[in-house]
Every structure is written in structure tokens, then in C-alpha cells.
């Protein structure tokens, strides 16, 4: 592929151009030369002219192969200096084009017009490779701090200062700098945008070059290509569209962000914060409104969030806190989730990650696979779904369901019912003040200080269940396995009507038992003490024990 590589050495252009390009070039009359010889012999040439513009007036200005520099100034005067720098072969070569070179100044109704001239009949100085001038015209410009501004260039950069008029600036092929501005349009390609104060909207387009703004009294809007963006202290909204460049924003009214193959970072944002990434990591952090964030091959990280989170992503972990405002929904694949502090409700989804969730004040909804789910400080009821992992949920203060399979489900401290469906997994619960409904197969149920009424349906697993006394009446025990033991302790002082069954096993009870069966035999009928709530206990190939609760 030809390609030509322009550079600037102590002011002047001189391309640098492979042999394949020599015909191309002679097409190119416009342009600087060639590469010169060291022994090349420069000439610079001063242009000055002062205009006056009048009210509503702009600039307008027009310019390749150099720098242009602006900076506001009081009154109505518009002050061009320009310095014109050649270098030939021969200082009579050199400003002999120095003199082909022309800066045209043009006063019209709408204002005043500054263009660059190069020759046209320049077409001899390209043909001598190695031999032709090299040339370039840069600008000092001091004009009115109110005009609006239209200034164009290429191969050079840009840079203004002090004006607060409307402005419409575009460049390419080197830097472009506003310091001090008012309403902005910026477009650069190959090249950088820097933004320091603008008084009012901006909007920014790059490709191939960083951009930073800061401190924008209104609206901003930066889409870039191959080039990280950075906005800091933007009052108004803030819209970014990049890709293959990091994005920074911070201190801002609100946030829309897009971007790829890099980072978002946002943080202190007053309003809401909408994000969409991929390949790519996302960390937000103080925001005022809602935080809505979509991902893919990156994790996501947000923190101090005032109103409801929704999170799209996969192939990432996804970590949370301090979301005070609103719900948090997550939905992930291949990757982990991790919440704590949250003010609402949580619903959150993963396939082959693991879900943790501490401190969550509203109801919760998780679900997963090939992941472990852990749980604690629920105030209210928890609804936690995986498969081929283990369940740990400890503090919920309301009605609780467990389901896995090939996992263990713990649950401590439930102030509400417990329901558990599990297949090849144990299964323990402690201090459940509501009801309990288990079950399960090939492992062991485990229940302790249950306050409720009791149910476990087990296939190839033990069940030990200590019951709590109730504060009035009695509750169910209802209590099923197989090829394993029963062993139920009740408190003293209950009434239950019993029914238990076994076969290949004994039936023991450490509690008086109104029989009409034989205690030791493998069926065993009556009652405990007066009698009341259902005591049913069903086994075949294993013993069953009634104990006194301690």
C-alpha cells in the first residue's frame, strides 16, 4: 500500500513519499514538496492587516500547512498576523514561492474571511525528487471575545482562546485546543481535542485522537473513533459514542455512554447514567438518578447508586453496593454476582457463576446455575434458584425458598415459612420460626428449633428434626425417607397423634405413647400426651426414634 507521511520541522512540512507515489504526486500541485536537501536554504515572510468587524459579524478563516492560533480580544477589530516560511534549494528558489503564496482578505455583510492561497502553476516544483520546497503559513489572530468563529484547517493544529462566540472549528491532521469558549462545534481527524470552559453547548467529533473537555456550562455531545474520551465538570447532559478508547466521565447532569473494546468510568453524575459496552469494563460510582448498564467480555462494578440499577452482561462479574434508590436487576451469564446494601428489591440471574448478596432491605429473587447462591440479612423473603450448587441463606426475615440440585442448602435464622426442593444434595436449617416444607434425595435432612409446622419427603437420606415448643396449640410433623433413619425430637408437654411406620427397621420413643401398637414393633399408633396435631413418621429400611426435645 503507497502512503505519504507528513512532518513538521521547525515549521515547515516535508512529506516524505515512497518511490510507487511519484506519479500520484505531480497530480498534487496544492501541496508541500518533497523532502529538500540539509543544505536548503529558508525564507520567512510577515503578512499583518487589521479589520474592523461589525456586530453579528464572524470570522471566518481558511487555512492547510500550518498552525492557526486565535485568542479573544475587547473591541471590534480583528488583528491577522501570519508568517509565511519557505525552504528551497536556492534563497532565490525559496522566495521566489514565498512569493506565489498568498493570504486573501475578504470584508463582507456577514464578517470577515482569511484564506490561505497556494500556487497553482507550482507543478514544476514536484519534479525534481529530493529538490522541491518545503513551506508552511501559521496565524496569530487576536479577534472580538463575541464574534462566532468558522475556522478551518489541515496538516497543522488549531488553537483558540478567549472566544465566546459561537463557534465551528475543524481540523485535521494535528491538535485542536479551545480554552475559554462559548456554544462549540469541534471536528478533528488524526488529531486531539482538548476543551477547557465552554460557556454553553458543545458537540465534538474525532476520529483517531483523544478528546478531553472540561468544565462545559451546558450539553455535551463527543463521538470519537480510536481514541479515549475524557469529560470532567459538564453542568448540562453528557452524550458519548466512542470505540477503542477508554471513556473517563465525571461531574456531570447525566450520562449516555457507548463505546467498545474499551473502559467506561463514570462517576459523580446527578442525574441518570445510561452505559453500553462491550469487550470491555464498567465502574460507575455516585450516581444521582438511575444506572442502567449493558456489557459483554468485561466486569461491572457500581457503588452509591440513588436510584434503580438495571445490569445486561455476560462473560463478566458484576459487583454492587449502596443502592439506596430504587430496584437492582442483573442479568449475567459465565460470570459472578456480588451485591451488598441494597436499599430495594434484587432480582438477579447468572449461568455458571456464583451469587452473593448481602444486606439487601427488599424482597429478593436470585437465580443461577453451576453456581453456589449465598444469602444474609434479608429483612424480607428470598427466592433463591440454582442448580449443581449449594444454597447458604442466613437473616431473611420473611418467607424463604431454596431449590437445587447436586448442592447442600443451608438456612439459618428464617423468620418466616422455609420451603426447600432439592435432589441429591443435604439439607439444614436452624431457628425457622414459620412452617418448613423439604425435600430431597440421597442426603440428609437436618432440621433444628423449628417453630412452625414440619413436612420432609426424602428418598435415600436420614431426617433429624428438633421442634421447637409453640407459643400456643401444636404443629405438624410430617416426615418421609427411605433406606435411612427418623429421628424427631418434640418438645415435653405437646400433644400429637401419632402414626409411624417402617419396615425393615424398629421404632423406639423416648416419650409416652398411648399405643395401640407395640413400641419396639415396626408400626406404632396412639398418642402423645392429650393428643392434637399430627405426628405421621413413614420409613422402609430404616429405624425410627421419638425423642424429647432439650
Known amino acids: 500500500m503507497n502512503c505519504i507521511s507528513l512532518s513538521l520541522r521547525g515549521g515547515l512540512f516535508r512529506p516524505a513519499v515512497t518511490a510507487a507515489l511519484f506519479s500520484a504526486l505531480l497530480l498534487f500541485s ?8 540539509p543544505a536548503q536554504e529558508e525564507v ?12 453579528g459579524q464572524s470570522v471566518r478563516i481558511e487555512n492547510k500547512f500550518g498552525e492557526i492560533r486565535l485568542h479573544g480580544e475587547s473591541g471590534r477589530d480583528v488583528k491577522i498576523s501570519a508568517t509565511i516560511r519557505v525552504q528551497a534549494n536556492s534563497r532565490e528558489e525559496a522566495d521566489s514561492f514565498a512569493q506565489k503564496i498568498q493570504i486573501e482578505v475578504q470584508q463582507t455583510g456577514e464578517g470577515v474571511r482569511v484564506k490561505t492561497i497556494y500556487p497553482e502553476d507550482g507543478k514544476k516544483w514536484y519534479i525534481r525528487i529530493g529538490k522541491n520546497p518545503s513551506y508552511s503559513v501559521n496565524y496569530d489572530i487576536g479577534m472580538p471575545t463575541d464574534a462566532p468563529l468558522d475556522a478551518r484547517n489541515s496538516f497543522g493544529s488549531i488553537e483558540t482562546v478567549g472566544i465566546h462566540g459561537a463557534a465551528d472549528i475543524e481540523n485535521s491532521h494535528g491538535s485542536l485546543t479551545v480554552r475559554d469558549a462559548g456554544a462549540a462545534r469541534l471536528n478533528n481527524s488524526f488529531g486531539s481535542i482538548e476543551l477547557h470552559g465552554a460557556g454553553g453547548n458543545v458537540s465534538i467529533n474525532d476520529s483517531n485522537g483523544w478528546v478531553r473537555a472540561s468544565d462545559v456550562k451546558g450539553a455535551l455531545e463527543v463521538r470519537d473513533r480510536f481514541g479515549s474520551i475524557t469529560a470532567l465538570a459538564i453542568q448540562g447532559a453528557v452524550t458519548i459514542v466512542g470505540g477503542n478508547g477508554a471513556v473517563t466521565l465525571t461531574d456531570a447532569g447525566s450520562g449516555n455512554v457507548t463505546t467498545s473494546f474499551a473502559s467506561v468510568d ?14 470491555g469494563n464498567v465502574d460507575i460510582s455516585s450516581i444521582g438518578g438511575a444506572a442502567d448498564i449493558t456489557d459483554s467480555f468485561g466486569n461491572v462494578s ?52 456464583t451469587i452473593a448478596v448481602r444486606d439487601a432491605h427488599g424482597s429478593v429473587t436470585l437465580k443461577t446455575s453451576f453456581g453456589a447462591i449465598e444469602a444474609s440479612n434479608i429483612p424480607k423473603g428470598i427466592r433463591a434458584i440454582t442448580g449443581n450448587g449449594g444454597i447458604t441463606l442466613t437473616d431473611v426475615g420473611g418467607d424463604t425458598f431454596a431449590k437445587t440440585s447436586f448442592g447442600s442448602v443451608l438456612a439459618e435464622k ?12 443435604s439439607v439444614t ?7 418448613t416444607v423439604t ?14 409446622r414440619i413436612s420432609v419427603d426424602n428418598q435415600n437420606g436420614g431426617i433429624s428434626v428438633t421442634a421447637m415448643r409453640p407459643a400456643s396449640g401444636c404443629k405438624d410433623i410430617l ?3 427411605s433406606f435411612s433413619s427418623i429421628r424427631v425430637r418434640v418438645p415435653e408437654g405437646v400433644g400429637y397423634n401419632l402414626t409411624a411406620r417402617t419396615s425393615f427397621g424398629r421404632i423406639s420413643s423416648e416419650l409416652p405413647v398411648t399405643s395401640t401398637g407395640n413400641i419396639g414393633g415396626d408400626t406404632l399408633s396412639g398418642t402423645i400426651g392429650a393428643g392434637g396435631c399430627q405426628l405421621q413418621l413413614t420409613d422402609s429400611n430404616g429405624s425410627i426414634e421419638i425423642a424429647k426435645a432439650h
Not at 30 to 37: D, E, H, N, R, Y
Not at 414 to 425: D, F, R
Not at 429 to 435: I, P, Q, S, W
Request: aromatic share 4%; hydrophobic share 30%; glycine share 16%.
Open 30 to 37: 496544492g501541496k508541500p514538496s518533497l523532502a529538500g536537501t
Open 44 to 55: 520567512s515572510k510577515d503578512f499583518q492587516k487589521t479589520v474592523t468587524l461589525g456586530a
Open 266 to 279: 463514570a462517576r459523580n453524575i446527578r442525574g441518570d447514567l445510561s452505559v453500553r459496552d462491550n469487550n
Open 302 to 353: 457500581f457503588s452509591d447508586v440513588h436510584g434503580r440499577v438495571n445490569c445486561t452482561t455476560n462473560n463478566g462479574r458484576v459487583q454492587g453496593s449502596s443502592v439506596t434508590g430504587g430496584p437492582v436487576s442483573i442479568r449475567d451469564s459465565f460470570g459472578n454476582i456480588e451485591l451488598e446494601t441494597i436499599g430495594g428489591s434484587v432480582d438477579a440471574e447468572t449461568s455458571n457463576g
Open 414 to 425: 428464617i423468620n418466616g415459612n422455609l420451603t426447600v426442593e432439592n435432589s441429591n444434595g
Open 429 to 435: 436449617a436452624k431457628n425457622v420460626k414459620g412452617d
Open 439 to 452: 425435600n430431597t434425595s440421597f442426603a440428609g435432612v437436618t432440621l433444628e428449633s423449628v417453630g412452625g
Open 479 to 481: 416426615l418421609k425417607t
